[in-house]
């Protein structure tokens, strides 16, 4: 008799274990109040859309110098002006490259612009840049700027505090002009984080943080002092929600 009371007691608890099995597998198990299976807990990084707040592709008469929506920015003898549907630049100082920005106010924290760059002759060795959150739309005297370093080939990230321009970040990769390259330069900015990418022949990129400007208007630069090649094309701000 004990071996057939000791079977149907393990009878039970087989019976016993398969049910609350069961009902753990399903979440639910009466009396125990960690039966429920595991989940783990995921936090996703919200989205940014971008939708466009202007853009340019500069197809229309010529223009010289380069006429409204754009305020220019020009040092001693430079030019911009607006040639055979896209953007020629002059520069003659060897100083800061010629350059415009465009007069509508980005007042969005999240934003981004980019310019289609085209090098149109050999030897070009100067720089290509953006302007982002510029302070004022007729200088830039305080303002972000993303562009190609001509000294060291590098793109950069790099601000304009007061007149006194700083460097913020670089990458480590370098870029080779050649005759016919045409590049797209993107300046992002998402609250206090900044990025920049080049994207063509060579991809770049570089990445900070900065606080110091969280709104402003948007440009392009570009030029070499006796070698003006570079012209600029599709010029577009978009802002993120």
């Given at each position: 008799?004990?071996?057939?009371?000791?079977?149907?007691?393990?009878?039970?608890l087989?019976?016993?274990?398969?049910?609350?099995?069961?009902?753990?597998?399903?979440?639910?198990?009466?009396?125990?109040?960690?039966?429920?299976?595991?989940?783990?807990?995921?936090?996703?990084?919200?989205?940014?859309?971008?939708?466009?707040?202007?853009?340019?592709?500069?197809?229309?008469?010529d223009?010289?110098?380069?006429?409204?929506?754009?305020?220019?920015?020009?040092?001693?003898?430079?030019?911009?002006?607006?040639?055979?549907?896209?953007?020629?630049?002059?520069?003659?100082?060897?100083?800061?490259?010629?350059?415009?920005?465009?007069?509508?106010?980005?007042?969005?924290?999240?934003?981004?612009?980019?310019?289609?760059?085209?090098?149109?002759?050999?030897?070009?060795?100067?720089e290509?840049?953006?302007?982002?959150?510029?302070?004022?739309?007729?200088?830039?005297?305080?303002t972000?700027?993303?562009?190609?370093?001509?000294?060291?080939?590098?793109?950069?990230?790099?601000?304009?505090?007061?007149?006194?321009?700083?460097?913020?970040?670089?990458?480590?990769?370098?870029?080779?002009?050649?005759?016919?390259?045409?590049?797209?330069?993107?300046?992002?900015?998402?609250?206090?984080?900044?990025?920049?990418?080049?994207?063509?022949?060579?991809?770049?990129?570089?990445?900070?943080?900065?606080?110091?400007?969280?709104?402003g208007?948007?440009?392009?630069?570009?030029?070499?002092?006796?070698?003006?090649?570079?012209?600029?094309?599709?010029?577009?701000?978009?802002?993120?929600?």
């Amino acid at each position: 008799m004990n071996f057939f009371y000791r079977l149907i007691f393990l009878i039970f608890l087989s019976f016993l274990f398969t049910s609350c099995q069961s009902k753990i597998d399903s979440g639910f198990c009466p009396g125990l109040s960690d039966c429920s299976p595991e989940t783990e807990s995921s936090e996703s990084t919200p989205t940014v859309t971008y939708s466009t707040l202007y853009s340019d592709d500069f197809d229309r008469v010529d223009e010289t110098p380069l006429a409204a929506p754009w305020n220019f920015i020009l040092v001693g003898g430079d030019l911009i002006e607006l040639k055979t549907n896209q953007i020629d630049l002059t520069e003659t100082d060897g100083a800061d490259p010629p350059g415009a920005l465009h007069s509508t106010n980005i007042t969005t924290t999240n934003a981004r612009v980019s310019v289609l760059a085209t090098i149109n002759g050999p030897g070009y060795a100067g720089e290509m840049r953006v302007y982002f959150r510029s302070q004022n739309s007729g200088d830039i005297l305080n303002t972000y700027f993303c562009g190609v370093d001509p000294g060291t080939s590098r793109l950069v990230i790099g601000k304009n505090n007061g007149g006194v321009a700083s460097p913020l970040s670089s990458s480590t990769g370098t870029m080779t002009y050649d005759n016919g390259d045409s590049y797209t330069l993107t300046f992002t900015g998402e609250g206090s984080s900044l990025s920049c990418t080049l994207a063509g022949n060579d991809n770049l990129s570089t990445s900070t943080t900065d606080s110091d400007f969280s709104t402003g208007y948007a440009g392009l630069a570009g030029g070499e002092n006796g070698n003006n090649v570079l012209n600029f094309d599709d010029f577009l701000a978009e802002t993120g929600s």
